[in-house]
């Protein structure tokens, strides 16, 4: 018996977000304040200051031969008490180029955020040829607070990290709207008598047209499978790759 298994991508991003894509971070008992010419932490009820952080990345649907594309990050701070002592926030990003295909102009970054003034940052990000393989780029990013008065033990404050997945995500449940049917040229087969079965493999693309796809054949001892300029032969095996966006098309 034929079996027939599919591998395709999409493109997902993987973020500790709520519905409206931000994430909100709030300090509490992080205030420092001088007393004599020692530093203290002074603990607090209330908030002391709230940020905001946005991803996004552009394009949303990464081709499969893209060659860089963008990430942008977004913050906005606000001060929720008035005796703070200063008027903007340092932070620095850092990016953690974890996959060896992907490189960046910077591997960290540092920049201020001044009160209820928000900034975007964008950065690039140059991806190297996939070299034959399904596995998804990794990219992981952390924002950390540089600021003494917003440190937590003297440490600085990381408020978020990104995980940045090129691929079918943490879970590796595709959704591209693929299918994929197996249509035979003829209904019946004579045992001892037909030599040859010609079966169409259709597969159709109704989403993202921009994944690699894997068709493999599995047959059973005795079967051949013939070969195409598409498809290869791997002992009891018949595989095909695609590396192009498919759009709807067949294969025999």
Known sequence: MKQLYFLSFMFCLINIVDNDDKVYYEFRNSYK??????????????????????????PDILPVNATSF??????????LINDLGFSQVPFKVSLDDMDVRITTEKEYDVFNVFFNRPIKKTYILNVKPFENTFRPLELKVEV???????????????IGELLYKHGCGSDFECQT?????????RKEFVMDKDREVVVNAIVENKADTAYQLQIQFVVS????????????KSQSSYICNISEP???GKIQ
């Open 221 to 232: 001892d005795g079967v051949t499978l013939q070969n195409s300029s598409q498809c290869f």
């Open 246 to 248: 498919l759009e709807v």
């Open 177 to 185: 709207g693929l299918s994929i049917s197996l249509i035979p040229e």
């Open 70 to 79: 963008e990430l942008e990050l977004h913050i906005t701070s606000v001060n």
């Open 33 to 58: 304040f001088s007393q004599s010419d020692n530093n203290a932490f002074a603990g607090r009820n209330e908030s002391v200051i709230e940020v905001s952080v946005n991803w996004c990345t552009n």
């Open 144 to 158: 950390v607070i540089k600021n003494d008065s917003l440190s937590s033990e003297g440490k600085p404050f990381s």
